[in-house]
């Protein structure tokens, strides 16, 4: 089974920043896309970020300019660097994965990201 574990959640101030970390672990995988999404209460889930293994990356709108969505060389850690947040950003962040090997798709716990006005 493949794992995704989350971190880097919490409550901030408007204007500040979080950086959220997902490790993903288990029996040996391939990658081929990992990224965010959040959903807040009522509504739907909506991508935030993606980064593929070729390190190539998408951002919705709303965050473009700024987050930055990363890899680490071990290409099994993801890391989603967000700065300027606001109380529209306010929802729980999911991490997830599109793995070749074992094929599917998997998803962390999600971890609650919380900006005060």
């Known amino acids: 089974q493949v794992q995704l ?6 409550v901030v101030q408007a204007g500040g920043s979080l950086k959220l970390s997902c490790t993903v672990s288990g ?3 391939s990658i081929n896309f990992i990224g965010w999404y959040r959903q807040a209460p009522g509504k ?3 991508l935030v970020a993606v980064i593929t293994s070729g390190g ?3 951002y919705a709108d709303s965050v473009k300019g700024r987050s930055t969505i990363s890899r680490d060389n071990a290409k099994n ?3 989603l660097q967000m700065n300027s947040l606001e109380p529209e950003d306010t929802a729980v962040y999911y991490c997830y994965a599109n793995i070749l090997y074992p094929s599917g798709v998997y998803w ?7 900006v005060s006005s």
Do not use: I, L
């Open 108 to 114: 962390g716990q999600g971890t609650q990201v919380t």
């Open 77 to 79: 850690t993801v890391h």
């Open 56 to 58: 190539n990356t998408d």
């Open 44 to 46: 739907q889930r909506e």
């Open 5 to 10: 574990v989350e971190s880097g959640g919490g």
């Open 27 to 29: 029996s040996p995988f």
